[in-house]
């Protein structure tokens, strides 16, 4: 029984008989005494105190004092017990305050004491209760919580209860996430069927489960244990315990791939081998026995030991003694031995037989042949196998040593020497222990025990002088006895080893971080179509997570258009017989319901010696959608093509590979007639030069050459004005040229026509214009004359309006010879650094300037353009005072070219900025900017000015797209 610590406040007296009575009751107390608050609190801090007991009034202080003052300072507080006379209130107040009990006096005191004896008994045995549990529930989770497996608590609802932190880990939860959440919540569909079948069994036969189970390249082995009441079988809820035997799984795949290394090596060595067991049959042998024994089929086929050991012996020099030998063997089960055999016809074999075990239990006896016949042939052979053997000791690079079963040395070869040092002879003379690394020596010790228990050789690794090695200790045993003697430790170097293996470790990081980032989607399944990984980019393109897809089948998931399943199947047939497919176009639906279209390629893989089937998908719905709207747009110009108004030609080498009906209308020619033919061969003679030089031109340079027009003679020998346009286009995959014209004969005639009325007019224009001016010339002197004659001073305002009306008459008749040459010529294209420079030269003005872009820009435009730059130089030259500098320069935007003219001048006030353009306006005739204006307009350019008044004038002119070009 645990010994009860009780702590008296105050007076002792009052409470001895309520502790005797305790103890008499079979309790042990101990019974500790202060008497004051102050010592009482420094006594709990020091001492473990069960139960405190007091009278409620303490002097100066109260109950109500002390609990206060315990609660701040001791963090686990005892229970505490106070007694007194204080009515109802004061024991309500004591016990809200934390006092555990406080106990009434009645006046009666034999009652009180058994009263509050009785109540000390049962708060002690409770909180005793109540410790021993935690403490067993404290064992229990540090007991759960410390293994390495995971344990979880699973109701018949499959309702998680309890999940300890290995499988929180396991699962990627922490804390209490786990509350109140089924196993699907935190598992996929597959796995919760499983688990599903699993508990199924357990609350079906009311017993124990096991299963092995496989999840993300891991194996686990899992045991169900139910739960029940101690009184009933009902199963309240399932105890799961998942262990992670990836390791043994993996043992297990080593254990066979050693089988196979052992088949392999039995067959590669040398010797002869047979292996019998305890019956004495016989359970393996490789080629080597049969062909050094010359034993048949027949005889092996016996798979008997007796039979075969008749057969052998016959072919033995001394068959009695090799009889001997073969019953003492069978005799002593657990030796080894070795022996020299000699045969009838001069070979020598060397015989060695021993034991084979598992776990110290003798199974059978493995028989093993050498021919040593040119080994035993002369001493020099022996002493020469010998030389070999400590040269081999001697050169190796592995630290070779033997120490007696004290550890200490017997010998080590020189490499040993060299790593020890100047230490080497001490330690061997002196017979020292192993130079071993601080705390290595009590392993070195238990390997050296445990060889000399267990007689076989036992393998550790160790780090040494800043290397990695491999350490074997072999026995060295006695040949009479068999005993270890003494043990041989070889020290292999594998610093490069693990060095090596650490960066496949690396490469393999890095492998997986390159899966994971791959621009294109990487799918991994295996043979029939089960996701096994993905990476980032099939999310990107399918909207699947990697847990989404993992476990789940490409074939019936909905990943794959119906259309295409078939072609799918067909795919990872051929990858199921080891051949690469693709690229195919796959439609593929979307997590989010959205289809894209992929390119994939698979090729079928191995890892762990499972079948797998890598699929790179790359997105190429973008490019499907641009060749379907190519197609569209293929179809819509062929659509256009067909019935366009202009005359359509594709050349190439100047001949015509492609015609549309149009050109074929326009010519005269059947379509399949024009195929074939030079084109230049129906231009014009004095147009063919003109067309030579377009093709070229339009060839090497790939820029658009419009606006020329050229004749041609249709199939009737009539001739047709083309208006053309060349480009260099891809066609078939192929360099040509598209050519197009328009048609323009009728408007040519009627411009010819239009041009020779417009001379006509003009002709009669300059006349009608000279004989007016000579009139207006004569009516001015007249006007003159009279002037001067008149003596009536109140005619002469007549006489000058008279004048200035004449006048102005003049100026008007002049304007028209400056106006009947627009618009009188055809537009064409023209050089504006060219007609710049011509106004320079003309105006002698040295300090005009323009940017070299403008060398090779020609402008569409009236014939009368230089006459613009002209009347800009002129209203600069006589209206800006200080001109010292004239520029030309151009500004591109949204396809429109803008020519800038400035000058340093004193520029235009902003309410004349639009007058200046205006007919009349400005100081002498007031033609010059509105006649500009008009030259422009003709070819759809216009001009403004935008300068800033002080600082210059700016006028700019805005030029469509296809008004100009670069030459």
């Known amino acids: 029984m645990a010994v009860t610590s009780i702590l008296t406040i105050g007076d002792p007296q009052p409470f001895q008989n309520i502790i005797q009575l305790f103890s008499e009751n079979g309790a042990k107390v101990d019974v500790l005494s202060v008497t004051d608050i102050k010592e009482s609190i420094n006594k709990i801090q020091t001492t473990h105190i069960d139960v405190i007991i007091s009278d409620f009034d303490l002097g100066p202080q109260n109950g109500i004092d002390f609990i206060n003052r315990l609660k701040k300072q001791i963090q686990s507080s005892p229970i505490t017990i106070f007694t007194g006379e204080q009515g109802p209130a004061i024991a309500k107040e004591a016990l809200k305050a934390g006092i555990d009990y406080y106990f009434q006096k009645n006046g009666d005191p034999e009652l009180e004491k058994v ?15 109540e410790e021993a549990h935690q403490y067993a529930d404290t064992n229990f989770h540090t007991i759960v919580e410390a293994t390495e497996d995971s344990i979880y608590m699973i109701d018949r609802h499959y309702r998680y209860l309890y999940i300890n932190t290995p499988h929180q880990k396991r699962l990627g939860i922490f804390g209490e996430d786990y509350e109140s959440k089924l196993y699907r919540d935190l598992h996929s569909e597959e796995e919760n069927k499983r688990f ?19 999840k993300e390249g891991r194996f686990y082995y899992r045991k169900f244990i139910p739960v029940k009441y101690q009184s009933t079988t009902q199963i309240l809820a399932v105890t799961v315990v998942s ?13 066979a791939h050693g089988a196979s290394l052992m088949a392999a090596t039995l067959e590669s060595t040398s010797d002869g081998i047979f292996v019998v067991d305890r019956a004495g049959k016989i359970i393996n042998y490789n080629q080597k026995f049969l062909e050094m024994w010359y034993i048949p089929e027949t005889v092996i086929e016996e798979r008997d030991e007796e039979v075969l050991l008749a057969y052998l012996e016959d072919q033995l020099e001394d068959r009695t003694a090799f009889i001997e030998r073969v019953t003492w063997i069978r005799n002593n089960q657990d030796k080894d031995a070795f022996d020299v055999l000699e045969f009838r016809d001069g070979r020598i074999f060397e015989r060695q037989t021993l034991p084979q075990r598992i776990g110290g239990t003798i199974i059978g006896r493995v028989w093993s042949f050498r021919d040593v016949t040119q080994q035993r042939s002369t001493q020099t052979a022996l002493q020469l196998t010998q030389a070999n053997y400590r040269s081999v000791v001697e050169s190796t690079g592995d630290s070779i040593y033997m120490v007696d079963l ?3 040395y017997l010998f080590m070869n020189t490499y040993h020497r060299k790593k020890l040092g100047d230490l080497a002879e001490k330690y061997l003379e002196q017979r020292m222990r192993v130079m071993l690394p601080p705390g290595e020596d009590k392993r070195f010790d238990d390997a050296v025990k445990r060889v000399v228990t267990t007689k076989k050789m036992f393998m550790d690794e160790l780090q040494w002088l800043g290397r990695d090695y491999i350490r074997r200790f072999s026995p060295v045993r006695d040949d009479d006895d068999g005993e270890v003697r003494a043990i041989t430790v070889v020290l292999t170097d594998i610093s490069e080893r693990k060095a090596a293996e650490q960066e496949v470790h690396n490469s393999e990081e890095r492998l997986k971080i390159l899966f994971d980032h791959a621009p294109e989607a990487y799918f991994l399944t295996d043979i029939k179509g089960t996701f096994v990984d993905s990476n980032r980019a099939v999310t990107e393109l399918t909207g699947f997570t990697k847990d989404d897809l993992h476990g789940r089948n ?14 799918t199947a067909v795919l990872f047939a051929r990858n199921a017989l ?8 796959m439609k593929i639906h979307r997590k989010d319901g959205t289809t894209v279209y992929a390119e994939v390629v698979t090729y079928p893989i191995k890892i762990h010696d499972q079948s797998l089937v890598m699929t790179i998908a790359r997105d190429i719905t973008q490019r499907k959608e641009a060749e379907e709207a190519l197609k569209e747009r293929e179809e819509q110009y062929r659509l256009l093509v067909n019935n366009a108004n202009e005359s359509v030609l594709v050349l190439r080498g100047g001949t015509v590979i492609f015609s549309n009906p149009k050109a074929s209308a326009l010519l005269k020619r059947p379509r399949d007639e024009l195929a074939g033919h030079d084109l230049i061969s129906w231009v014009h003679t004095d147009d063919t030069g003109t067309i030579q030089n377009l093709i070229s031109e339009a060839a090497s340079s790939g820029a658009i050459h419009a606006g020329h027009v050229i004749r041609m003679y249709d199939n009737t020998g009539e001739i047709r004005w083309l208006e053309i346009g060349l480009v260099a286009i891809t066609w078939k995959e192929g360099p040509a040229l598209l050519f197009l014209g328009n048609d323009v004969t009728d408007r040519k005639i009627a ?18 214009r000279h004989d007016v001016l000579n009139q207006i010339t004569i009516l001015l002197a007249y006007l003159d004359l009279l002037k001067k004659k008149n003596t009536d001073q109140n005619l002469i305002p007549f006489i000058d309006k008279q004048t200035e009306a004449t006048q102005a008459i003049r100026s008007q008749i002049v304007f028209t010879k400056e106006y009947q040459d627009v618009g009188v010529k055809a537009p064409q294209w023209q050089n504006v650094a060219g007609k710049i420079k011509a106004v320079k030269d003309l105006r002698k003005c040295d300090f005009v300037r323009w940017d070299s872009g403008l060398e090779n820009l020609e402008i569409f435009a009236d014939p009368l353009l230089e006459k613009v730059f002209s009347n800009l130089v002129s209203n600069s030259l006589m209206h800006g005072d200080r001109v010292s500098s004239i520029s030309f320069s151009t500004v591109q935007q949204n396809g429109v070219l803008s020519l800038v003219y400035e000058d340093n001048g004193i520029g235009i006030q902003a309410n004349e900025k639009k007058k200046i353009f205006e007919h ?20 759809g350019l216009s001009i403004a000015e935008n300068g800033t008044a002080g600082s210059g004038a700016r006028f700019e002119i805005l030029i469509p797209a296809n008004a100009y070009r670069y030459t």
């Open 406 to 408: 004290e550890s200490c």
């Open 554 to 567: 490409i074939f019936t998931m909905g990943l794959i258009a119906s259309m295409h399943i078939t072609k």
């Open 920 to 939: 009349g306006y400005g100081k002498n005739t007031g033609f010059g900017l509105f006649l500009s204006r008009e030259i422009l307009a003709i070819t």
């Open 196 to 214: 599903i079948h699993s508990m199924s069994q357990v609350l079906t036969h009311s017993d124990f489960y096991f299963e092995e189970y496989e």
């Open 578 to 585: 080891g051949k690469a497919t693709g690229p195919e176009e």
């Open 243 to 255: 262990t992670d035997v990836t390791d043994r799984v993996r043992l297990k795949d080593e254990v």
């Open 115 to 129: 009263q509050l004896n009785t109540f000390i008994r049962q708060i002690v045995k409770y909180k005793q209760a």
């Open 751 to 768: 411009q010819d026509a239009l041009v020779q009325s417009n001379k006509k007019l003009n002709l009669l224009s300059s006349i009608t």
